[in-house]
């Protein structure tokens, strides 16, 4: 596969959606199966045996010289947010492939494993890394029971897509491995500005993640005067502009919150009830948790001024991740033989490495996101940057795998 046919492949796949004319794709959605089944193809093209584990993991084995050779993970996610990009993740998914591809029969002396993660994101679920945790052996049971929108658990979502949910412990990496590659998008500027194609990542920031809701009373938008009202959206805008006061206040934080879900829900009715969703991130743990406090604290004071009660339902607390120094090296030192100056940074951005790194090594290699744009249709790689990652993937597999 050239860098032409990978950038084809995933705008083939972005039209495996579940909304006509915009990518998106949740955790085992149908339209993930043509995914599978469109990926699992390429992959038994390559050589490789394929499987889909109880998690939704669609992973493929090229077997290496011997029964009991170490394997190298190559992966990434195959699940998008809404109104995606058609590289986000995927990408990370079909260079995989692309590299046992050019192997083209010739053997490691290590084997390759190339794994589509089902789902990173946490769109669907509201928790994110089901994929991932279900390799690293820390999917848990409250995961397992968390529902969506409709009322369908993951453990209901698993069994809809055919597969045993009481096996998912099954999914757990168990065999001798080498570490974890992940190519990936940057999701930000940094590249570009610097006129960069490669980005070789030291580390992953810390993430915190919590639903908090604000509980007031519904009532009449016209009848209600403005000092007896119980304005849950209020209460969530005061909180929401004093997060981001905060957040600017704080070098290297970032924080957002992403969603509200307002009850009842209609133009002519005072807001009820808002969940708000609030993801914060720092390269230091004890930045981001002190910081995090202090906000969660926030929404506790404009309850009280408001009359409202709040509710705050963690959702994820991800310390900062570093990756492995001794794979990280020689993917430096692959970028430097392939031709391409290193350069080398932190991501903002949460990966299914950072889930991983506890199990195995971990390595991360960063492709340019042209003006900085991800998580949206406009979302864009270059040509020259997917031939460097294929040129710098190969050159690293060789070194891993012992091959002059």
Avoid at 171 to 181: D, E, I, S
Wanted: aromatic letters at 4%; glycine letters at 10%.
């Amino acid at each position: 596969m050239t860098a032409a046919d990978v950038i084809d492949c995933c705008h083939a796949l972005a039209a495996c959606s579940e909304e006509t004319g915009r990518t998106t794709r949740t955790f085992l959605s149908p339209p993930m199966r043509e995914v599978h089944a469109r990926l699992t193809r390429l992959m038994e093209a390559s050589g490789m045996q394929v499987r889909m584990d109880a998690a939704g993991n669609l992973r493929g084995v090229y077997p290496g010289m011997h029964v009991d050779a170490p394997r190298l993970i190559i992966g990434s996610h195959l699940d998008t947010v809404r109104q995606a990009g058609a590289f986000d993740g995927v990408l990370g998914v079909v260079l995989g492939i692309a590299l046992v591809r050019r192997l083209a029969g010739r053997r490691y002396p290590v084997s390759l494993e190339v794994i589509g993660f089902s789902e990173e994101e946490g769109i669907r679920f509201g928790v994110p890394f089901i994929g991932s945790r279900a390799l690293a052996g820390t999917l848990d049971g409250a995961v397992l029971d968390r529902t969506d929108a409709d009322g369908c658990s993951v453990r209901r979502a698993i069994a809809n897509y055919g597969l045993d949910p009481a096996a998912v412990a099954d999914a757990k990496w168990r065999g001798p491995t080498l570490g974890y590659l992940e190519f990936h998008i940057e999701q930000g500027p940094v590249l570009d500005a610097l006129g960069l194609p490669l980005g070789v990542v030291s580390a992953i920031v810390g993430q915190s993640r919590f639903a908090v809701t604000f509980t007031g009373a519904a009532n009449h938008a016209g009848t209600t005067p403005m000092d007896a009202r119980r304005d849950a959206v209020a209460g969530a805008a005061e909180w929401i502009t004093a997060i981001e006061r905060e957040a600017r206040g704080t070098p290297g934080l970032v924080a957002t919150v992403g969603r509200l879900d307002v009850v009842p829900g209609s133009a002519n009715v005072i807001p009820g009830s808002c969940v708000a969703t609030l993801d914060v991130r720092h390269a230091d743990d004890e930045v981001r948790t002190l910081t995090a406090a202090r906000m969660i604290g926030f929404a506790g004071q404009v309850a009280g001024r408001r009359q409202l009660l709040v509710h705050v339902d963690p959702r994820l607390d991800q310390p900062a991740v570093p990756t492995d120094a001794s794979l990280r090296a020689r993917l430096e030192a692959a970028v430097t033989a392939a031709g391409y100056p290193v350069h080398v940074m932190a991501s903002g951005a949460g990966h299914d490495a950072m889930v991983l790194a506890p199990l195995m090594p971990t390595a991360m290699l960063f492709l340019r996101t042209p003006a900085g744009i991800s998580h949206h249709p406009d979302e864009s790689v270059l040509e020259a940057d997917v031939a460097a990652a294929l040129r710098v993937g190969a050159m690293f597999l060789d070194d891993v795998a012992g091959v002059s």
